[in-house]
């Protein structure tokens, strides 16, 4: 069988520190390919007024699956003060490239998975009957649609005047008709029922194929009519074809507080765009954090699999790194499992449990420490070691 191409974006700050990590194991594991880098990220942004280059979008198309490491986003007008002078005042204007290859390439569903492991010192405990602590197992998925809702971008400050026309058709927008334009921002959360179809259709065709129970839909139905009926009332038409899958509804507040609860009673989770990064980060929370939290972003042809971290630049340059790269392996195992690749991917994760269950490997996000040089003197291991007890397991 020849060799896959893989389309690998470091990106910015840590990401050129876990995304190599990554490729060391998988390169342990046995999968045999070829990593083509590509530009992406803050640096393109600043010398060139385009974050995700045409070049990278083109290596993208022809070959299809993508391991992304990390960005740094800033606002608007931060991002404007650091553009290459000679690029000033010509119209570009910022935007995040992990967007913009999802709206691209139509990279509509998104899956995060957030799963305990055995041993890990930052996993979910509470009080139970007498004083006792639990630990309750948590597998939890998340499906959050990816290239619609508020990320959308279709938003206007001082919109212009045929915007406030149709706005004005609405009886709500009374409380808003005097408002000046220069003083009025608007974001659109937009919604369409083929996307609806697709992303819950994907949450019960995983949620059978891996034993889940129940799938949940995680909206808003009885403040934002419209856009979270949409997703609710797919759901209720779609779980007629899954009779043995339960199809539950929660409020993304009341979700909040019941996640710290009973984390262990949800299985699949489907949500919109803003809420899906919400819950996702909450139930990262408690199995852990952001330095265990992966994605893949999954479209009909491309796929892009990624950690949900951020850049942390600041730690980028300390030698030795101190960053935890199980984010980005986890990630990975999901780009091996999307190709056919499971059995591999399997062993990726139960090297990273056993590791872990050992007490091996304790990252200083995992020790609580703070993050610095001076961690590894307080017994946190560093990026490579982490690493090479996984490739050692292996």
Not at 66 to 72: C, E, S, V, Y
Not at 85 to 95: E, F, Q
Not at 140 to 152: A, D, H, K
Not at 292 to 305: L, M, P, R, T, W
Request: with cysteine; aromatic share 8%.
């Amino acid at each position: 069988m020849s060799k896959r191409t893989i389309v690998a974006m470091p990106g910015d700050g840590i990401g050129k520190v876990v995304l190599p990590a990554a490729i060391k194991v998988l390169d342990k594991v046995g999968f045999e390919a070829e990593y083509v880098h590509a530009d992406i990220g803050w640096e393109f942004w600043c010398s060139e007024g385009n974050p995700l280059p045409d070049r990278t979008i083109d290596l993208l198309a022809k070959h299809k699956i993508g391991l992304f490491g990390a960005i740094t986003s800033k606002p608007k007008s931060e991002a404007a003060k650091e553009l290459d002078p000679t690029l000033a005042d010509k119209g570009y204007v910022y935007y995040s490239p992990i967007v913009g290859m999802r709206q691209k390439f139509d990279l509509d569903v998104c899956m995060r998975p957030c799963r305990s492991f055995e041993g890990n010192p930052l996993n979910f405990i509470r009080r139970g009957p007498g004083g006792t602590i639990e630990e309750p197992a948590v597998d939890v998925v998340i499906f959050r649609q990816n290239t619609e809702g508020l990320y959308g971008g279709v938003e206007w400050t001082n919109p212009p005047q045929q915007v406030r026309d149709a706005l004005n058709t609405h009886p709500k927008f009374k409380a808003f008709a005097s408002v000046p334009p220069e003083e009025l921002a608007v974001s659109t959360r937009l919604f369409t029922q083929n996307a609806c179809n697709r992303i819950v259709g994907s949450a019960f065709a995983y949620a059978k194929k891996f034993g889940y129970k129940s799938v949940t839909i995680c909206e808003k139905p009885n403040v934002i009519r419209e856009t979270s009926g949409m997703m609710l009332q797919t759901a209720k038409r779609i779980q007629k074809d899954y009779p043995d899958i339960e199809l539950w509804n929660t409020n993304i507040d009341a979700q909040m507080m019941w996640l710290t609860k009973n984390p262990e009673d949800y299985g699949v989770i489907v949500a919109g765009n803003m809420f899906g990064d919400i819950v996702s980060d909450g139930f990262a929370g408690l199995v852990g954090g952001l330095g265990f939290a992966c994605s893949a972003n999954i479209g009909e042809e491309v796929a892009v699999f990624e950690p949900t971290h951020g850049s942390a630049p600041k730690y980028e340059t300390l030698e030795p790194s101190i960053v935890n790269p199980m984010a980005m392996m986890l990630s990975a195992c999901m780009m091996l499992d999307h190709i056919g690749e499971s059995e591999k991917a399997e062993k990726i994760r139960t090297a990273i449990a056993e590791v872990i269950k050992e007490g091996k490997g304790f990252t200083y996000d995992m020790l609580k420490l703070r993050g610095g040089p001076e961690a590894l003197e307080q017994g946190a291991a560093s990026t490579d070691q982490v690493t090479e007890a996984i490739i050692a397991k292996l």
